[in-house]
């Protein structure tokens, strides 16, 4: 979803569901792209990461997906634990640049 | 895995005054670091990509006179927030990318809040 003003876009799920949380990116050029978690008070952490000459790739129960064709990044949780409960970030990389973009950010909240 | 430590992880100052921030990396060498800043509920916006022996690279709209970086070695760089203001309050966050590892990774901080009066 759309970041509006001050307004994280929220995805509340139940302990055990699978989450979903996507990620629109901007530049069609980009060609690696970072998931991150980041919870309060604390710098991001790597979650898992994909390049663009694939459209999925697997990690402990994450799971990303990347459609090129519109531009759309996806990370997905299996299981999903209150430990799970933070802001996601997607990060894209553009070819033969070394920064990187953040996305605007989905808050999980994971209830039990 | 790489570590990345910030210091200080929290500070308060006076408006007027100067604020250093140090971001080092613990177990690897990075040539390029990079500061961003975040507001609360907000993303992580790049402020500059500093480069060791050099002059750090400033994104459009940053200051670099108020902003001043310096990376004189392979483990730390810092930020000096000067002439701190009220709106200068928020979440610095370092990152640093592993020079021997030749990949894109980068690894963050835990971040130093800083709030001006």
């Known amino acids: 979803g759309e970041n509006v003003g001050l307004h994280l876009p929220t995805l509340s799920v139940q302990e055990g569901d699978n989450s979903i949380i996507n990620c629109a990116y901007s530049?069609?050029?980009?060609?690696?792209f970072i998931w991150y978690k980041q919870e309060s008070g604390k710098g991001p952490q790597f979650i898992i990461d994909?390049?663009?000459?694939?459209d999925k790739r697997q990690g402990q129960r994450v799971t990303v997906l990347l459609n090129k064709t519109v531009k759309h990044l996806s990370l997905q949780i299996a299981a999903t634990q209150p430990g799970d409960s933070a802001v996601y970030f997607c990060?894209?990389?553009?070819?033969?640049?070394?920064?990187?973009?953040f996305g605007k950010g989905t808050m999980l909240l994971v209830s039990p | 895995g790489a570590v990345v430590s910030q210091h200080p992880s929290r500070v308060i100052c006076k408006s007027g005054t100067s604020v250093k921030i140090e971001c080092r990396s613990l177990?690897?060498?990075?040539?390029?670091m990079f500061w961003y800043r975040q507001f609360p509920k907000q993303s992580l916006m790049l402020m500059a990509t500093?480069?060791?022996?050099?002059?750090?690279?400033?994104e459009q709209g940053v200051e670099k006179d108020k902003f001043l970086i310096n990376h004189a070695s392979l483990t730390l760089s810092t930020l000096t927030v000067t002439s701190a203001h009220p709106e200068d309050s928020s979440f610095y966050i370092c990152?640093?990318?592993?020079?021997?590892?030749?990949?894109?990774?980068?690894?963050f901080g835990p971040g130093t809040r800083l709030t001006v009066l």
């Open positions: 990152s640093a990318r592993d020079a021997a590892g030749g990949g894109d990774t980068q690894y």
């Open positions: 530049n069609s050029a980009s060609d690696y």
């Open positions: 994909i390049r663009s000459n694939m």
């Open positions: 990060a894209e990389m553009g070819p033969g640049y070394s920064t990187l973009t």
């Open positions: 177990d690897f060498q990075a040539t390029t």
């Open positions: 500093s480069n060791e022996g050099s002059k750090a690279t400033y």
